[in-house]
């Protein structure tokens, strides 16, 4: 029996442990195993050290910065310092998924790491002046990680457009739209549903227009028996699904999990 | 409903001339059909689209049963109130009925990408169009479902085809702006198509911010 199967049945038998221990198996032999490492080796292990990093980043976000704020602040550094090692290593593998995966997972670490300055707990014994200044000195430290994401998660958008289509480019562009509405939050347009069986008619919003009349048009009488309006319809958001869909399905990135190699 | 009669004395001479396709014979659609499929066709019907001030209208003319008509018209109301279970299975019972019916089809194309179901969506989208292969809302919707699946190319084929039906068809020109935009990388065709989608829907003020942005950053050069 393979070792990805052995991993896959402790999975489905909620051993976390012997999972893990399985996964971290499967990357040290893949890595060591030089002229025998084949493409399979190789993407069964790209996947699992996904799975390994995955569950390092679910560690590092668990990690709230709290008074004192000097020992959580070294403790989830540590973290995202070796996160974003685990990560840039999933690049190796050459996987197009893998790839992606890891971006969008580097530019999330960013991202909670400036959530997580601007969420920490405030020194108690501060002044309102000082507690002012306080903050304002958090925002200038969390905004540069805001923007290293967004960075990141143009890399994956780049990825997107030379043809890489997948789960995690999707979810990079919808956090793009949420983070930079003004450059990303691009609504596409159904048309709806045609109520007529028969007879679908169109009509352009411009037509509409009063002082646009056309000299020559129909009689207002009949263009308006003649026209049956398109209904409104949902807009599709990026990332594909309607926008009421996409908030109601999008999981937390903590949720994601990676199928079992 | 509409007379054809009516629909004929409307028509201003040059509103003749600008027939759109007039008289478009089912099953000429381009390749998209399976032999099999194209075995389950049913009974050629025709499609009028008649040029319209701003507009046109497209007319297929259906013979179906009062009690078909009453299940599309009980399906539509589904869908808009988002029952889609429900909705799809009316629908799949018109389609049986009435195979011929090109706006059924439609609609369950849509109803299946609404509910995340793309294939099926995608069936019934391209059935369509070997049913009336100008409609452009058809286009429209398959191009949507293509782009959500990833197939970016030809979800630019076919707004393009929808454009080609009406090239004022404001739809097509936003979606192909959003996919040239954030799919494609290609700056210029978004330009260009959030442009003509602007001239179409002059009072929509997010796309005109679109354009502004979009500007912006093709001056500066910069993509994405």
């Known amino acids: 029996m393979t070792r990805a199967k052995i991993a896959a049945i402790h999975k489905a038998a909620n051993d976390e442990a012997s999972y893990y221990d399985e996964l971290e198996e499967i990357v040290r032999v893949d890595a060591g195993a030089g002229a025998d490492r084949t493409g399979r080796t190789r993407t069964i292990a790209g996947r699992s050290a996904l799975v390994l990093a995955e569950r390092l980043y679910g560690e590092f976000v668990a990690v709230r910065l709290s008074q004192p704020f000097d020992v959580s602040l070294q403790r989830k550094q540590t973290l995202m310092d070796a996160l974003i090692a685990a990560l840039g290593g999933l690049v190796d593998y050459e996987l197009a998924d893998v790839t992606a995966a890891a971006t969008f997972y580097i530019a999330e670490t960013y991202m909670q790491f400036s959530r997580s300055l601007m969420e920490s707990e405030r020194p108690a014994d501060l002044a309102p002046a000082d507690l002012a200044d306080y903050e304002l000195a958090l925002e200038e430290e969390a905004f540069p990680f805001e923007e290293q994401a967004i960075e990141v998660h143009q890399k994956n958008l780049e990825l997107l457009q030379a043809g890489v289509f997948n789960a995690w480019t999707e979810k990079s562009l919808g956090h793009l739209a949420a983070l930079v509405p003004g450059r990303y939050a691009r609504d596409e347009l159904s048309a709806g549903f045609l109520p007529s069986i028969e007879t679908y008619a169109y009509r352009s919003p411009a037509a509409d227009v009063p002082a646009v009349v056309a000299e020559d048009a129909a009689s207002p009488v009949v263009a308006a028996e003649l026209t049956i309006r398109p209904e409104p319809a949902p807009a599709v958001a990026p990332g594909g699904e309607t926008q009421a869909e996409t908030q109601a399905e999008m999981p937390a990135e903590t949720e994601r999990q990676v199928e079992a190699p | ?224």
């Open chain 2, 1 to 224: 409903m509409m007379r054809p009669a009516r629909i004929v004395r409307s028509l201003s001479t040059a509103a003749v001339l600008l027939l759109l396709g007039l008289l478009v014979a089912a099953g000429t659609a381009r390749g998209a059909a399976s032999t099999n499929r194209k075995a389950e066709l049913p009974e050629p019907t025709r499609v009028e689209v008649e040029a319209q001030p701003g507009g046109f209208v497209m007319t297929q003319k259906v013979k179906v049963s009062a009690a078909v008509q009453s299940d599309y018209d009980a399906a539509v109301r589904m869908v808009e109130q988002e029952r889609y279970d429900s909705g799809i299975a009316t629908l799949q019972q018109v389609t049986e009925q009435a195979p011929q019916a090109t706006a059924a089809h439609i609609n369950l194309g849509i109803a299946y990408a609404r509910r995340g179901e793309l294939d099926l969506a995608e069936d019934s989208l391209r059935r369509a169009l070997e049913l009336n292969p100008r409609h452009p809302v058809a286009y429209n919707e398959l191009g949507l479902v293509q782009r959500r699946k990833g197939e970016f190319a030809a979800a630019r084929r076919s707004y393009e085809s929808a454009l080609s039906v009406f090239p004022d068809f404001h739809y097509a020109h936003r979606n192909l702006g959003v996919l040239c935009d954030l799919y494609l990388g290609a700056p210029g065709c978004a330009l260009e198509h959030y442009e003509a989608y602007a001239r179409a829907v002059p009072g929509d003020e997010e796309v005109t911010k679109w354009i502004a942005e979009l500007r912006n950053r093709t001056a500066q050069g910069g993509n994405p």
